[in-house]
């Protein structure tokens, strides 16, 4: 096999080297305890503090409104779960979106299962945006937060974030946002977007994996949701990962300063592909807003074909990428977001999406065109859907 | 993930295709889960014995794998001697599946008895043993969906 071509920057990224190095120093020299007096973990107290005011500057927090957390994950655990035990005295609805990631949804499941809260899924449109006119309509006076992810980690929309905040401070509700694909990738000012408190997660960024952050802006009362000692303001238990918030730190302070010029390259790369994918390869269909997107991210579906044998396919030449197939989602349903766009179940399992990274060329996006046209023929000439469909229009 | 025999059969599918004039054609699953097989059997009316079979496919990896190795291990075969590959010896010819594959053997098992289901209803006879498969998608009301 040649050369390896990463699209699956959504799933995880290369922790950068730069990172590495960075993170390096607090395993075998600095591995001081943050929360001890001697003088040996002043070392470890000040990586944290920079590194909580390097990830504070990218989306224009105070760094004591960052608490570390284990991940994306965590974080939407925390958000979700600890908004609800707050605030249930208010009332006990939650809204959120069909396209949210499973750390919302099962999240949100678990709270109407076993904590009688109620939730509203709103539905979206064909390129996944949500209504705001919907989301005005579902809020009650038992309404106490709105959690509507920022983009969108498999057809890479992005939500009209600002407007929801807008709307959910009109309304006094707490306005969460699952920003685990959008950090650093497109600009976020939690000020001027209203946003109460924002997940995220370091290894999407070339930072390590394990380490995430929930921003919390003061005021918002949330408690603890893994209790313990009295890190992280009291309100997240357990030694700091220095390493890992170093890492993220070191990671975000990068991407945040190449944001610009990152998201100009990626995004003439990805309009290529789209346009080279749905200009030479027959039915085919872009999944998700031509503009309103992520600059790394594509998402087709090709119709007759499945998803699996696609990647595998295009795994036999080095390429990674993902799907939203049922054979990959580990389940007999294709994945959730396709169908909430309104995707037939045939044309979801046909769905490719690829990644970008700073280090995609335009020799590589070729290169996975021209491959892609092959595998999509190749699968085709045995697809029997195909065939039905090229007999009924004969 | 799969078997290097998976990944051979997936990589260079044996008897794929379509054959003319079929003696009888079976198709199982549908669209909604992802795995659609077209079966194709040659069989020589006198003996009995089929001569062909080829299959189109839509599905993963181990949806090409299966039908691939089920014309295989159908090929110059009796009526009955074909009836009798189960998914289980699909799966093992080659050299087992992931667990959340093992449906995909079952499909290519139904999809030989869909095709000898047809050849026997063109030809007006009983297959002993072999009953009306549940799962053929080319008759029905389904069949307007594709």
């Not at chain 1, 939407?76 to 939650?94: M, P, R, S």
């Not at chain 1, 890479?156 to 990738?185: K, N, W």
């Not at chain 1, 357990?238 to 010029?261: F, H, L, R």
């Amino acid at each position: 096999m040649g050369k390896l071509i990463y699209l699956d920057n959504a799933a995880t990224t290369q922790t950068s080297p730069a990172v590495v190095e960075a993170m390096l120093p607090y395993f075998t020299e600095y591995y001081g305890n943050a929360s001890t007096i001697y003088d040996f973990a002043a070392k470890s107290k000040e990586a944290l503090a920079h590194a909580r005011e390097q990830i504070a500057s990218c989306i224009g927090a105070k760094p004591e409104e960052i608490y570390f957390t284990g991940g994306g994950s965590e974080s939407d655990n925390w958000a979700l779960k600890a908004t609800f035990e707050a605030y249930k005295q208010k009332g006990n609805h939650i809204i959120t979106s069909k396209i949210e990631h499973h750390a919302i949804l099962h999240t949100c499941e678990y709270l109407e299962k076993e904590r009688g809260a109620r939730v509203t899924y709103l539905d979206v449109d064909e390129n996944g945006f949500v209504s705001l006119d919907e989301l005005k309509k579902a809020i009650t006076p038992e309404t106490i937060l709105i959690t509507i992810m920022f983009a969108n980690n498999e057809i890479g929309t992005i939500e009209p974030i600002r407007e929801i905040g807008q709307i959910a401070r009109e309304h006094g509700i707490l306005f969460h946002t699952d920003a685990v694909q959008a950090f650093c990738q497109v600009p976020i000012n939690v000020d001027e977007m209203n946003i109460d408190m924002l997940s995220s997660s370091g290894h999407k960024i070339n930072g390590p994996k394990g380490i995430g952050f929930l921003y919390i802006r003061k005021g918002v009362k949330i408690r603890s949701f893994i209790h313990g000692g009295a890190q992280e303001r009291k309100r997240r238990a357990g030694t700091e990962n220095v390493p890992g918030i170093v890492g993220y730190g070191t990671a975000a302070e990068y991407a945040s300063k190449t944001m610009a010029d990152r998201a100009k390259a990626e995004i003439a790369i990805r309009d290529h592909m789209i346009s080279r994918i749905l200009n030479e390869i027959p039915y085919s269909r872009l999944n998700g807003d031509k503009e309103k997107r992520l600059p790394n991210n594509i998402n087709v579906s090709l119709e007759f074909i499945e998803g699996e044998s696609m990647l595998l396919m295009l795994d036999s030449f080095g390429i990674c990428a993902s799907s939203g197939s049922a054979c990959t989602s580990g389940s007999l349903d294709p994945s959730h977001v396709l169908m909430a766009i309104g995707l037939p179940h045939e044309v979801a399992h046909g769905s490719l999406r690829m990644t970008l990274s700073e280090q995609t060329t335009m020799e590589d996006a070729d290169f996975v065109v021209d491959r892609l046209k092959e595998i999509v023929s190749q699968l085709r000439a045995m697809s029997p859907l195909y065939e039905d469909f090229i007999r009924k229009n004969q | 993930m799969y078997s290097q025999k998976v990944m051979d059969h997936f990589q260079n599918p044996r008897n794929v295709g379509e054959i003319e004039n079929a003696s009888g054609v079976g198709t199982v699953g549908n669209a909604k889960c992802g795995d659609i097989m077209r079966m194709f059997l040659d069989i020589d009316e006198e003996t009995g014995i089929i001569k062909d079979c080829k299959f189109k496919t839509f599905g993963c990896g181990a949806a090409v794998a299966t039908s691939s190795m089920a014309t295989e291990l159908v090929k110059g075969k009796t009526i009955q001697e074909a009836l009798a590959v189960t998914n289980k010896a699909v799966m093992e010819a080659l050299d087992g599946l992931p667990p959340v594959k093992v449906h995909c053997s079952l499909l290519a098992e139904e999809a030989i008895h869909a095709a000898l289901w047809d050849y026997a209803q063109k030809h007006g006879i009983t297959i002993e043993g072999l009953s009306k498969p549940k799962n053929d998608i080319s008759e029905g009301e389904e069949e307007e969906d594709y």
